[in-house]
Structure formats: structure tokens, C-alpha cells
């Protein structure tokens, strides 16, 4: 359909595509698969940021676990400035 269209064409111009919602991590996981897609995801109004496993080339960020090959980052414990490095640095290589 057109959202499936619309979002497979962001990606493939090298949009991120991060899903934001209250929504839990196997809410999100399921759109995800429904759409053909693994993006980042904010899940239950950011009470946790999940990255596919391998999303970044250097990813040394600290992953607090990994649920269906995503990797839930702590944001309790990470730098924030480090974060957005790592981010932008991803998205311009």
C-alpha cells in the first residue's frame, strides 16, 4: 500500500525512519515486520530506544540487551553529546 511505498522510499534515499510512540517494543517490532522494515524505534514514549543490531557501522554504544536482533541502548547511563555523534556521524558516512 502507500504507506509501505512511502516508507521503503524514504529508506531507500537514506531516510531514517525512527518510530516514536507509546506503543511497547513488540507493538512496534510487529508494524515493523508488517511493513518489511528494521529501523530504530523509541518505544513506550521513550522509555527505551531500540537500534537493529549492526544499524551502525561503529556501534559502541552501551547496548543494555538485544531482543529480536535489536539492541535496547540505556539512555540512563549514555552521553547524550555521544549519542547525537554517533547518529549524525551514521547518516554521513
Not at 516508507?7 to 512496534?28: P, R, Y
Not at 508494524?31 to 561503529?58: A, C, S
Not at 540487551?65 to 554517533?86: C, E, P, Q
Request: aromatic content about 10%.
Amino acid at each position: 500500500g502507500f504507506t509501505r511505498d512511502a516508507v521503503h522510499a524514504l529508506i531507500d534515499k537514506g531516510v531514517a525512519v525512527v518510530f516514536c510512540s507509546s506503543k511497547t517494543f513488540a507493538e512496534q517490532h510487529y508494524l515493523q515486520q508488517q511493513l518489511g522494515i528494521r529501523q530504530p524505534m523509541i518505544v513506550e514514549n521513550g522509555g527505551g530506544v531500540f537500534f537493529p543490531v549492526n544499524y551502525f557501522k561503529d556501534q559502541d554504544m552501551p547496548v543494555k540487551t538485544v531482543i529480536n536482533g535489536y539492541a535496547m541502548v540505556s539512555l540512563a547511563t549514555l552521553d547524550h553529546a555521544a549519542l547525537r555523534s554517533a547518529l549524525w556521524k551514521a547518516r554521513h558516512d
